[in-house]
């Protein structure tokens, strides 16, 4: 396990020097990176993987920066499309959207959907 935070839905209020002092108070940073475009979102990363665990389970759904803040373990770039709301770049397996009921057991290009 990690102890890299993914601190969301801070809108344009994320504020490093805030934020610090919200999750310090669960153990040592190593360092809190806030997201400026697009903003919205932070991690924070403690030196103790223990205190992130901990931090998870206080903070979500809490206040911060004026805001309701969302927080979670982050997620490996290297995993795939991500937790809530994950957003998951090449090779996440983008293409089984397409492949869905919703498109009638088709893929994306009109064909059978499979192997051709």
Do not use: Q
Request: charge should be neutral; include cysteine.
């Amino acid at each position: 396990m990690s102890g890299k935070v993914y601190v969301g839905d801070l809108g344009d209020n994320g504020v490093k020097g805030d934020l610090e002092d919200v999750f310090s108070k669960f153990g040592p940073l190593r360092e809190v990176w806030v997201a400026r475009n697009p903003s919205g979102f932070a991690f924070v990363m403690f030196e103790d993987p223990r205190d992130a665990e901990d931090a998870v389970k206080e903070l979500d759904g809490t206040r911060c920066c004026g805001v309701k803040i969302r927080v979670d373990h982050a997620r490996s770039k290297n995993t795939g499309g991500g937790g809530r709301g994950g957003r998951g770049g090449r090779g996440d397996g983008r293409g089984d959207m397409y492949r869905s009921d919703r498109y009638g057991g088709s893929d994306r290009y009109g064909g059978g959907g499979g192997g051709g």
